[in-house]
């Protein structure tokens, strides 16, 4: 599927903004994104957020994707 | 430690402590007392947090030095409520939602016991003006004034 | 059991009203116990030896005769505490105590324990430090230039290609946006370009931090604290210290106001360490000089703002540049600047740039939707400035632009349903915009996003043999969430509010809860309080069935009694929740709900502020004279503490806006480090604040909440930067907008 990158991510895919990365889940979308880029370790360490249809998840690596869905890797975020 | 003995009258109960002479009165009370609903937030008068009365005048007590209470009457929060009736101005604030974090609350029902003593029916900008020596940073002290102009309402009913 | 996060559209009986919170007594009494309240028998007292430089390297750090002071019973330096070099755990531990350098001015070097605080004073005089002075910077811009002193030695920029050789103050440049923005440019009728800077303000919670830690040589540990959130403490000051994670008992005070500064650990992890060596309970309390020094302040800001319009009000595109300093270690502030920067906006050509910046200041916390209000200063008085220009009205033309359902938001993902199209109808219809203005009066208004989040929760429900109810929460309550979390339970138990007793847990009582940050405490507890009573009633369900001997399909929960169904069942009288919980020995023992979830879902939020201010010619002094807070609270459970959500945030803005800034001396000295200086808000200094709640249910929360703790910060600095320059004709561009900033502005006006 199409997972599109924001922000300083993209440095670590070489600029690119949108790659194709096969997964199911949220946990086989960062492990296969980790194998293809492995610069995207650093950014991985300071945590990471995907957002799917919209909907902005941190912490629920089980998370489906459903086919066709708008995928997006963002920084995870901080909050007051 | 040297310490000065002080004998003062706290919420209308006498009481005896020893502290140094540098110490303030809002050591004094949370710490040889221990009263902590008297608070720190800055230690330097600027905060109201540590409001309380002396000999009926509102200061703050950490611009007063513990033995300075020696002889005279201190009144804090924990004597505003009446055995188990709480003061109008305490209900008050409950019932308008007047506090969130709390911490600014003591001091500022201090203050405004102090300013409806003097004055019972006091209008919003003379609240306003009473209670600026109190920081509140939660409310906007949106509910904090309707709470006070609440329970002055309550407290001439009661007359 | 799995249960579903979905908005079901529940008709409430409870939620929505307007009840008194459960620990009102004891905080209008005296009675409720915050971080520096505890005592333990033979506590110490800890103080803290701070850097007076901006930047130094510590050449000799001897702690000798201090050690050897009657009544010393430990002193730490970084030399006693884990090496963490390479470790994710690094800066934390610095910032806690200096290393080689110190980096700001209040950058902790030793700390003490003592019997009592004049011997604790003592002994850091005995403490002797040789400093070598370094060069230092304090201002975001300077710190960005190529020949600024550098903060670090080891930061080469992240997100910029090819990979720097040389390091740099800057930590990382975020790019987000789409379309082409120079082809936007090029349709636009109007270009509007502003640079805008803020300064950096603090949280200004009334409660320093503090805490009573107390470590044994076994490896138990305790922390009273007053803390955002304790699990975090737990968890960053067990793996600073080495400890085991279930050994250290964090307990969470009652907290005096955080804001974000109470998410990150301070002076704690010292005070444990102390703690360990001395084998004493230690209590440290920070004096309000430490809280302004060396707790975690908010950025300052410098910006570059770019929006062209058509003159039908169409935005074309929209560009933003900014740059916010962490202060001296490595933040995400500038990014999440640029992210949130163009948010209300549906926009076909966006990009926002950001930068994080090191400076010697102290290291940037979280302060309430933050890095959010500072971009929106600049976007929003640009908007306005657009409006100006090309003679439309600014609500219309954000009403024009706003973001709706479809939208792609200038940070990436398209939006779901939102509220900062209602929020602007219902800012444009209120009878506040119709308001008469006397002279040298002038109305603003600006609107406002925020993420909102929700992460790991978990509740526990106990039901009392007396049909009581023990809530047992992990969140801390910060403004009131005690209340609306057992409104919550009430409403699905179908009991009175008053049966439920809430209760905040400690670390060793209920499983890993987040932070309440991110506005997310009601959000995720609400949802974990109402899958934990959803459990309980199936469980009550099952005893009912047992009383019965009927089969469990044939009883339903209703009105907060079991009721079995079905003619047949007709002679069985209904079995309340208290007749049931009076019979749990008999039926199977203690009834419990639990849940655990990761509330992920939590929905952005939109809020529009309207404000009317008096400009004084004379002084440049600014009064607030109407003030109005209109945000999307997706459910307000308890409306109160909604409301008060909206005007606590709105004059941390109008402080913001007007007076409060850190000042720098040359020496990079903070000189204005107390409340006399660094001027918050007071009672006279503010009209009552109107608010109107909307509620546009978040479709992934069962009750349609969405958190509503941070967004009222966003849009003040903006609507006061319009309502200022529609009152005194001068467009101010950097905040705080100080009566010496203004006058000088209306000078300069006038001049030209």
């Not at chain 2, 609350?105 to 020596?133: M, Q, S």
């Not at chain 3, 024009?400 to 359902?405: L, S």
């Not at chain 3, 179908?494 to 439920?500: E, R």
Request: overall charge negative.
């Amino acid at each position: 599927m199409q997972v599109n990158l924001t922000g300083s991510l993209r440095s670590a895919v070489n600029g690119e903004e949108v790659v194709e990365i096969k997964a199911d889940t949220i946990r086989e979308l960062l492990s296969r994104l980790l194998e293809t880029y492995p610069a995207m370790k650093d950014h991985m360490d300071t945590g990471i957020a995907v957002s799917i249809d919209g909907e902005i998840y941190r912490d629920s690596p089980s998370k489906k994707l459903p086919a066709g869905s708008e995928v997006f890797l963002l920084p995870r975020l901080q909050g007051g | 430690m040297t310490g000065t003995l002080v004998n003062t009258t706290v919420n209308g109960d006498a009481v005896q402590f020893a502290c140094p002479t540098d110490e303030s009165l809002l050591d004094s009370l949370r710490d040889r007392i221990g009263l902590t609903g008297v608070k720190e937030g800055c230690g330097t008068g600027d905060c109201g947090a540590c409001s309380i009365t002396l000999d009926g005048e509102l200061v703050c007590s950490c611009l007063v030095l513990g033995v300075e209470a020696n002889g005279r009457e201190i009144g804090t929060v924990e004597g505003l409520a009446d055995g188990d009736k709480l003061h109008p101005l305490q209900d008050q604030f409950i019932n308008n939602a007047a506090l969130q974090c709390g911490i600014c609350t003591p001091g500022f029902l201090v203050a405004a016991k102090a300013l409806l003593d003097k004055n019972n029916n006091p209008t919003e900008e003379e609240i306003r003006y009473a209670l600026a020596g109190n920081l509140c940073r939660c409310t906007g002290y949106d509910k904090i004034v309707r709470a006070v102009q609440a329970a002055s309402k309550d407290l001439r009913k009661k007359k | 059991m799995t249960h579903d996060q979905s908005f079901t559209n529940q008709k409430f009986k409870l939620v929505g009203s307007r009840v008194n919170r459960p620990d009102g007594v004891d905080k209008v009494t005296g009675r409720a116990k915050y971080g520096a309240d505890a005592a333990a028998p033979g506590q110490l007292v800890a103080l803290f030896l701070r850097s007076p430089h901006a930047h130094a390297k510590i050449k000799k750090l001897d702690t000798s005769r201090a050690e050897k002071l009657a009544g010393v019973k430990a002193v730490i330096t970084s030399a006693d505490l884990p090496d963490h070099t390479n470790g994710a755990q690094l800066d934390v531990l610095e910032n806690c105590m200096a290393r080689d350098r110190v980096l700001y001015d209040g950058h902790a070097v030793a700390a003490v324990a003592a019997i009592d605080r004049e011997t604790a004073k003592k002994a850091l005089k005995l403490i002797k430090v040789s400093y070598e002075k370094l060069p230092h910077v304090t201002d975001v811009d300077e710190a960005m230039k190529s020949d600024a002193p550098l903060v670090r030695e080891n930061i080469f920029t992240r997100g910029v290609d090819p990979k720097p050789t040389k390091p740099s103050n800057i930590c990382k440049v975020s790019t987000f946006g789409h379309g082409d923005i120079e082809a936007g440019f090029n349709e636009a009728d109007v270009i509007i370009e502003k640079s805008f800077k803020t300064e950096q303000t603090h949280q200004g919670y009334i409660e320093p931090h503090a805490c009573l830690a107390s470590v044994g040589p076994d490896g138990n540990g305790e922390l009273w604290v007053t803390t955002q959130g304790h699990y975090t403490y737990r968890t960053v000051c067990s793996a600073l210290l080495g400890m085991d994670m279930a050994k250290l008992k964090v307990t969470s005070s009652e907290i005096g106001g955080g804001f974000g500064g109470k998410t990150h650990v301070w002076i704690e992890p010292i005070a444990l360490a102390l703690s360990r060596k001395a084998n004493r309970p230690v209590k440290a309390v920070m004096t309000r000089d430490e809280v302004f020094k060396a707790s975690g302040p908010t950025c300052s800001t410098s910006m570059d703002i770019k929006i062209g319009a058509k003159k039908d009000g169409t935005i074309t595109a929209g560009s933003a540049h900014i740059r916010y300093q962490d202060g001296a270690f490595r933040g995400q502030w500038g990014q999440l600047g640029a992210m949130t920067a163009f948010a209300c906006y549906d926009l076909k050509n966006v990009q926002s740039v950001g930068y994080d910046v090191l400076v010697n200041r102290p290291k940037v916390a979280a302060y309430r939707a933050p890095s959010a209000p500072m971009a929106a200063f600049g976007v929003e008085s640009t908007v306005d400035l657009v409006a100006k220009a090309i003679g439309m009205d600014p609500v219309a033309l954000r009403i024009k632009n706003a973001a709706k359902e479809g939208t792609r938001a200038s940070y990436g993902p398209t939006y779901g349903p939102i509220g900062i199209g209602p929020t602007l109808e219902a800012a444009k219809n209120h009878p506040h915009m119709r308001a008469k203005l006397k002279k040298n009066q002038g109305r603003g208004m600006a609107c406002g996003f925020w993420f909102n989040f929700g992460g790991q929760t978990c509740s526990d429900i106990n039901i009392s043999a007396d049909g009581t109810v023990n809530l047992t929460l992990g969140t801390v309550d910060v403004g009131g969430s005690r209340a609306s979390m057992s409104l919550i339970c009430a409403e699905e138990l179908g009991i009175p509010y008053d049966q439920v007793k809430a209760n905040i847990a400690d670390t060793s009582s209920l499983g890993h809860n987040d932070t309440t940050e991110g506005s997310r405490g009601t959000f995720s507890s609400g949802m974990a309080t109402i899958f934990a009573a959803r459990e309980a009633i199936e469980e009550m369900k099952e005893r009912a069935a047992q009383t019965w001997d009927i089969p469990v399909e044939e009883v339903e929960w209703v009105e907060g009694e079991a009721r079995a169904v079905g003619k047949k069942n007709d002679n069985l009288p209904p079995l309340t929740l208290k007749e049931i919980a009076g019979r749990a020995a008999a039926t199977g023992g203690p009834i419990a709900g639990h849940n655990e979830v990761v509330a992920d879902g939590a929905g952005v939020s939109f809020a529009s502020h309207i404000c009317d201010v008096e400009v004084d010619p004379e002084t440049g002094g600014t009064k607030i004279i109407r003030y109005t807070v209109i945000q999307d609270a997706g459910k307000a459970i308890n409306p109160d503490y909604v409301e008060g959500q909206f005007q606590g945030g709105a004059a941390q803005g109008i402080g913001w806006a007007l007076n409060e800034e850190y000042i720098y001396g040359d020496d990079g000295r903070l000189q204005n480090a107390g409340f006399l200086d660094y001027r918050i808000p007071v009672c006279s200094d503010l009209p009552f604040i109107d608010t109107e709640i909307l509620e546009i249910p978040n479709p992934n929360h069962p009750y349609g909440i969405r958190g509503v703790g941070e967004t009222s910060i966003v849009p003040p600095l903006a609507a006061i930067g319009n309502a200022v320059s529609n009152a005194a004709g001068v467009r101010m561009t950097h905040v705080p907008m100080s009566p010496p900033r203004i006058l000088k502005a209306i000078e300069e006006a006038a001049e030209a």
